[in-house]
C-alpha cells in the first residue's frame, strides 16, 4: 500500500474517501482540512482567542491541540457535570492532556453551581437529562467565553450529518435554517465556531492515536438511547454503499441554503441574567429558583 | 388482544401504528385510508377510468383489486419486460389474478415492440437495466393511458419515503420539487396517481393475505444492488426507534411543500413522436433508432 501524496509506504487507508496515506502526509491533510474549513467560513483570524469547549473525547481534545498547533490561542474549557462513575474520570483525562501538551484549562463544576449533578437536576427540570445538559454547557461556556472571541466546539462532519438528517426526518424548519459551522455572536451569546465539520471521525481517531492522545472512550450513561446514536448508524449503513454520502449530504446542504429563510424564534434577554431566551426568564435562571426552592 | 375499533379478538398487529384490528376493521381501515387518500389530493372521481400498472407484486395486484372494490373502473396493464426465467412467471401471476378476480388485462411485451428484452436493450442504450426499464414503462402506460383518465401506480409509502430520503440525500431539487402523489396530466402525459401513498407495505402484505392473493414474490434479477433497498433498510432501522417516523417525514414534507419553486426542467415534444421529452428526440425513439441500426 503507497501513499497517495508521496508514494511511500502507507500506514493509513482512509475508508470515507478510499485514500491511502502515510503518517506525515495524513497529518498536513488533517490540519490543511481544518485550516481551510476555518478560512471558508472565517472562523477564526490567527490572533482571535479562543475557548475550546473540551468533554475529554477524541474529537475535542484533538481539536483543541490542533488549533494550537495552527498557532491560535486557545483555552480548554471543560465543565464537570456530576454525573457519578463518570464525570471524574473525564476531568481527570482532561487535565492529563492539558499537562502533557502544556495547554491553560479552565474547568467549572456544576455541583459548584447548583449543589447537584446533572441526573438530579434533570429530574428537578423534568426534563431528560440531555436537555438539561445541552442548556448548562451552553449558558457555561458563553459565560466563561467573554474574554475570547469565539468559542470552538468539536463537533465532526457524522455529528454535522447526523443532526441534519434528525432535523430533516421532522422538518425542524427552525433548526434547519440555524444549522451553520459559524453561528455569529448575538449580544450575550459567543460566535461559536465548529471546525471539524467537514472532518469525519474515522480521520479523528487516526489523528489522536497519531499524537498520542489518551482521550476518554466512555459513553455518558445519561445519554442511552440518544436518537444521534441512531442517525449515526444510519450513515455507517449508507456510506458502505454509498461512500463519503456524510460529506456530500452535509455540504450540498450548506451549498443550497434551502432553509436559509425560515422563520426562526425570537430571542429576548432574560430578565435576571440577561441571557438570551425565548421565554422572559432563561432555562437556566428557571433551574437555579427551583433548586433554590427546594432547599 | 382485542380490536382496538371493535373489541372484538384482533388478528393483526400493525407495527407501524402500534395498532391491534381484527380483520373486518383492518379492511376498513385499510380500505379508508386509500379512499380519503385519493379524495384529499383529488385523485380520481368514482366514473374515472383508471389504467393500473400491474407487475406483479403484492402492492400493485392489491391496488388493482382495491381500486375494483371501490367501485372505480379499472383495466390491468402489464409490462412484459423479457427478463429471462423471471417476467414469464411475473405475467402467469397477473394473469391468474385477473382470472381469479375477473378484472380486466391488457398486456405489452417489450420484446414485441423491440425485438430485445431490457438487459440486453440496456446494454444497447449504455444505461443501467432499471433506468432504461423506468423509461420504457413510463412511455407505454402514457401509450395505454390514452382513454383513461389516469394511471394508478402501486408506489407504497415505504417507495415514497424511501426515495424522498434519496433525492435529500443527494439535494436532487428537481425531483424533490415534482415528488408528489399526483402529477397531472401535460400533453402526452396522462394524470399519475399514487393511492398507495399512505399506505406501507406492512398493511398492503396483510391485505394481500386476507384476500388470498396469489403475487409474485421474487425480486428483479437485474435491480440486484439497487438503492432503494439500502434506503428501505436505512427506514427499517429508524422505525424500530422512532414509530411511525416514515408517515411523518413523507406526510411534513407533502405538507411544507419546501421545494415546491425549484427549477424544473423544460419539456418539449419528441420530434419523432411527439412525447414529452428534455432532448429534441425522446429516449424511447433514441432506442429504437438504435436498435434498428444494429439490425
Known amino acids: 500500500m503507497r501513499c497517495q501524496r508521496c508514494g511511500k509506504v502507507a500506514q493509513i487507508n482512509l475508508r470515507i474517501y478510499n485514500l491511502k496515506l502515510c503518517n506525515d502526509c495524513f497529518l498536513e491533510f488533517f490540519s490543511r482540512r481544518v485550516r481551510l474549513t476555518i478560512e471558508r467560513f472565517k472562523m477564526a483570524n490567527l490572533n482571535d482567542k479562543i475557548l475550546v469547549a473540551v468533554s475529554g473525547g477524541k474529537d475535542s481534545l484533538s481539536l483543541w491541540l490542533l488549533l494550537h498547533e495552527l498557532g491560535y490561542s486557545v483555552r480548554g474549557l471543560h465543565i464537570n457535570l ?34 447537584k449533578g446533572i441526573e438530579e437536576l434533570a429530574r ?81 481517531v487516526v489523528y489522536a492515536h497519531l499524537k498520542n492522545i489518551d482521550f476518554f472512550k466512555e459513553r455518558c450513561p445519561l445519554s442511552k438511547g440518544a436518537t444521534s446514536f441512531v442517525y449515526k448508524e444510519v450513515f455507517n449503513l449508507l456510506e458502505k454503499r454509498m461512500p463519503a454520502i456524510k460529506l456530500s449530504f452535509y455540504k450540498e446542504f450548506l451549498r443550497k441554503k434551502f432553509f436559509k429563510d425560515k422563520k426562526e424564534v425570537n430571542l429576548n434577554p432574560c430578565k435576571i441574567c440577561g441571557y438570551l431566551t425565548v421565554d422572559s426568564i432563561c432555562n437556566f435562571c428557571k433551574l437555579k429558583e427551583k433548586v433554590k426552592n427546594l432547599n
Open 82 to 115: 456530576g454525573i457519578e462513575n463518570f464525570s471524574e474520570k473525564a476531568q481527570e483525562k482532561v487535565e492529563k492532556f492539558s499537562q502533557k501538551f502544556s495547554l491553560e484549562l479552565k474547568i467549572v463544576n456544576v455541583k459548584d453551581i447548583f449543589g
Open 124 to 204: 428537578i427540570a423534568h426534563r431528560v437529562p440531555c436537555r438539561v445538559c445541552g442548556m448548562l454547557k451552553r449558558y457555561i461556556m458563553n459565560q466563561e467565553a467573554k474574554e475570547f472571541n469565539c468559542i470552538a466546539t468539536g463537533h465532526t462532519l457524522d455529528d454535522e450529518a447526523s443532526s441534519l438528517l434528525g432535523n430533516i426526518l421532522y422538518w425542524r424548519e427552525g433548526y434547519l435554517a440555524r444549522q451553520f459551522p459559524v453561528l455569529e455572536e448575538e449580544e450575550s451569546l459567543k460566535k461559536k465556531i465548529k471546525p471539524f465539520c467537514f472532518t469525519s471521525e474515522e480521520e479523528i
